[in-house]
């Protein structure tokens, strides 16, 4: 329940800002080209950071990182709250940012190695997932009820009583785990994967600003990919590497985040997509935007109740790809929807029912990306998959923000969507390139030793 908490709230904290942007922007004074870093500053940290933390957890104690950072979080939240010029809000979107950078990994792994593989371990991570993916619907809205109701600054404000609650209970009820052995930590592998990360998660969101033909965009893209690369040939040769090689050539570990990072990328796109939709062609106010979304919250959360259900009767590839045909057909079926609100039903229907599917891949992707892998590397293992939700959830918006944009050919509620149409069906094309390639290519993950 503790571990669940923190996640949920970490969860919420990556949606509930969306709705104040503006509200922020005009408060601090924030110019409308400067105001994109309230997002950006945040989303570097927390992707650029993760598989750092991740590994860090694991050689010096997940627990005592846990705690760090929630603390961190939580001071960071109560500055953001109280900032009265722009610089100060960066600075405490930063740490909040490096405080989720690390509390997931750290989260998730005290998690894994809580339980053994099996029935409990895949329940507790479907329990995970459903929070996690109810927090983004749950910030959505909360974050719209809070700025109508009271102020922006309790966006911030509400992560400081939680923080303190877990805090003081966390350490009573979670043991720490460290290990026998601790090599030391590969610091090239480390400064190169981290700039890596944040180059290529930095040119991601300036392509959701300037696109992906620019510059902005593409040189970091490109020097990010090339430190990658520069990355995977150190940790070949060093003796204790940040990411043991065999460990990216588990076919589990692989192809499981490359499902891991189609989910995030598509479903959290397709949330922005469709509140282009509700806003720009049925003409709801945001709010009632974010309200509609809430069937999607429902979906997820019984997709990730029953998910573990379905893994047990059958496989984490099985449900992995059984996620992957719902989620796709119910993507598909949005290219239904019309100018008038007679086709809200259809929204609704297809919404709930990809929630379910898409749960279902998620998580398929953290069992199968965290099984056969022994207590010592968890760390690694959720840092990895943190670092693929993060990327997927970064580069998702920009890349379905492009093709509509592309599409959109002409003013009014039908150019429009006609251009999301087309979105909306990359997004199904992209859906269902994750099922082949998790058909073709995962395998059963084999039990490991702790």
Excluded: H
């Amino acid at each position: 329940m503790v571990l669940l908490s923190a996640q949920f709230m970490l969860a919420v904290d990556f949606s509930i800002l969306n709705v104040a942007l503006p509200i922020i922007g005009n408060g601090l004074g924030f110019t409308l080209a400067n105001l994109q870093w309230i997002t950006t500053s945040f989303a570097l940290c927390a992707a650029g950071f993760t598989l750092l933390f991740g590994r860090i957890a694991d050689l010096f104690g997940r627990r005592r990182l846990f705690l760090s950072a929630l603390a961190v979080l939580g001071l960071a939240s109560l500055v953001g709250g109280l900032a009265t010029t722009p610089e100060v809000l960066i600075v405490a979107r930063v740490f909040q940012g490096l405080a989720t950078a690390a509390m997931t990994p750290a989260g998730l792994s005290l998690l894994t190695t809580s339980f053994p593989e099996g029935p409990l371990r895949d329940k507790a991570l479907g329990l995970n997932g459903a929070l996690m993916s109810a927090g983004f619907t749950t910030g959505a809205i909360l974050g719209g009820l809070l700025t109508d109701l009271l102020s922006w600054r309790w966006a911030f404000f509400i992560n400081v009583p939680v923080a303190v609650i877990v805090l003081i209970v966390a350490p009573i009820v979670i043991k720490e785990s460290l290990p026998q052995d601790r090599p030391k930590l590969d610091v090239p592998g480390a400064l190169l994967v981290t700039a890596g990360l944040l180059s290529v998660v930095f040119g991601l969101t300036q392509a959701g600003e300037a696109g992906w033909g620019s510059s902005m965009a593409l040189g970091p893209i490109v020097l990010g990919a090339a430190l990658l690369v520069v990355f995977y040939l150190v940790e070949r040769k060093v003796a204790a590497p940040l990411v043991p090689i065999g460990v990216l050539r588990r076919r589990t570990v692989a192809w499981g985040n490359v499902a891991g990072l189609i989910a995030f990328l598509t479903e959290t796109s397709l949330v922005f997509l469709m509140t282009l939709y509700v806003q720009r062609v049925l003409g709801f106010t945001p709010l009632a935007a974010g309200v509609s979304f809430a069937v999607l919250g429902v979906g997820t959360v019984l997709g990730g109740t029953f998910a573990p259900k379905v893994i047990g009767a059958s496989s984490p590839k099985t449900t992995l790809i059984l996620g992957g045909v719902v989620q796709a057909v119910s993507t598909f079926a949005l290219l239904g929807l019309g100018t008038t609100q007679a086709t809200m039903w259809l929204l609704l229907a297809v919404t709930f029912l990809g929630g379910v599917g898409n749960m279902f891949v998620i998580v398929g992707f953290m069992v199968t990306a965290t099984s056969g892998l022994p207590d010592n590397e968890q760390g690694l293992a959720t840092g990895l998959a943190t670092m693929t939700q993060q990327v997927g959830i970064t580069m998702g918006t920009p890349i379905m923000s492009a093709i509509a944009n592309y599409a959109i050919v002409g003013a009014g509620a039908v150019a429009i969507l006609d251009g999301l149409s087309v979105a909306v069906a990359a997004n199904a094309a992209i859906v269902l390139l994750a099922v082949l390639t998790s058909a073709l290519f995962l395998k059963r993950p084999q039990q490991a030793a702790a």
